[in-house]
């Protein structure tokens, strides 16, 4: 047999190709592999350049690429380079959608979830990057809706800030962290919370600018010590930390200033998103911020 000038079987295809007779003859059928002739029986006939088809159509198959790519690669309506770079941008996303399912799984092994928090932590894996950031700024826009100079309208920018994904290999504490965050923002009273000290800082924009924060150390180490902030001991804690000559009123404002800005909940949410942006953490400061309110309230 003279492979230039004779034809072969389906039969004598498989043999030539290693392929089976039925996988040949199904991509035949779908005009993928269409013979050359046929024989008097009406037997399929193909040529020897057939031959090389079969390989070609096989490694496409094995590489995952459809029947519709396959099909446009064959008739030259797109390159293997083009399909195959399509591929592997589809790869890449399901890849990362398999490691954060992982993640998710192994989180709720851990944690020994409900069916609430399962659910919550399916759904937020299932959720593209921009739907991810949708749930924030909904958040954002209900709680500044028309608050937009001041302290709001920097509050509201800097809780926008998401990372653009979860990472490829999320850490149990990032999946943790998304959880948390997503419950975070749908809780009525964290919303209100952060309305108020959006709006007071809005308020507060044209006013005088107040006394400046003072470091919370020495409030975090009288904290740490067990000083109850109404003592003699923490008034003199406090006469390191602002001016011991500040009336008792002038005292009882600033706690109220401060007090306005303070909350264990915000500050759980830059934690969280820290977390999410894979910033170095930081201890809680607002434990210490409400010992010295209290003591600036105690303070006669």
Do not use: C, K
């Not at 995952?64 to 083009?82: A, C, F, N």
């Amino acid at each position: 047999m003279d492979d230039r000038t004779d034809l072969f079987t389906i039969g004598q295809l498989a043999r030539r190709t290693g392929l089976s007779v039925r996988t040949i003859r199904f991509w035949s059928d779908l005009d993928l592999l269409p013979p050359t002739g046929r024989s008097p029986g009406g037997y399929r006939l193909y040529d020897a350049a057939a031959v090389a088809r079969p390989e070609l159509l096989r490694s496409l198959r094995e590489l995952g690429i459809g029947l519709d790519d396959v099909r446009r690669i064959v008739d030259r309506q797109s390159t293997v380079r083009d399909v195959a770079q399509a591929h592997v941008r589809a790869l890449d996303a399901e890849i990362r959608t398999l490691r954060l399912r992982r993640a998710v799984l192994r989180s709720v092994t851990r944690r020994g979830s409900t069916t609430e928090e399962l659910r919550l932590m399916n759904d937020l894996a299932r959720l593209s990057a921009r739907e991810r950031q949708r749930i924030i700024d909904d958040f954002v826009a209900e709680v500044f809706d028309g608050v937009d100079v001041g302290l709001g309208a920097g509050l509201a920018q800097a809780m926008r800030a998401l990372p653009a994904d979860l990472p490829d290999e999320p850490t149990d504490e990032e999946v943790d962290a998304w959880l948390e965050l997503a419950e975070l923002v749908a809780d009525p009273d964290f919303r209100r919370r952060v309305r108020e000290m959006a709006v007071a800082g809005s308020a507060d924009a044209t006013a005088p600018p107040p006394e400046p924060m003072p470091s919370v150390e020495p409030a975090r180490a009288a904290l740490a010590a067990g000083i109850d902030p109404a003592s003699p001991e923490a008034r003199a804690v406090l006469d390191e930390m602002v001016d011991p000559t500040l009336t008792p009123d002038q005292r009882r404002a600033m706690a109220d200033g401060i007090a306005a800005f303070t909350d264990r909940r915000v500050e759980r949410y830059w934690q969280l998103i820290g977390v999410l942006n894979r910033r170095e953490p930081f201890p809680p400061a607002v434990p210490a911020v409400e010992w010295l309110v209290a003591a600036l309230r105690a303070a006669h």
